[in-house]
């Protein structure tokens, strides 16, 4: 039996790639760099807020 984290990765990867050939017949080519590139920097914003918090929670932790 697969572990539940397994299963979601692949749900997820299926979803991706099926998301994918939609945008393919749906977007121009240059919508779909836009639209890649816009949710790379979601991504990237959303690890900087993980990354910042984590240093705040060793920070506080350090000053007690």
């Known amino acids: 039996m697969m572990q539940p984290q397994f299963t979601g990765i692949i ?34 914003n959303r690890r900087l807020a993980r990354d910042r918090q984590e240093s705040e929670r060793v920070l506080l932790r350090a000053t007690r």
């Open 11 to 44: 749900r997820r990867s299926l979803l991706s790639g099926a998301l994918r050939r939609a945008e393919s017949v749906l977007l121009s080519s240059g919508q779909q760099t836009a639209r890649r590139n816009a949710w790379d920097s979601v991504c990237e």
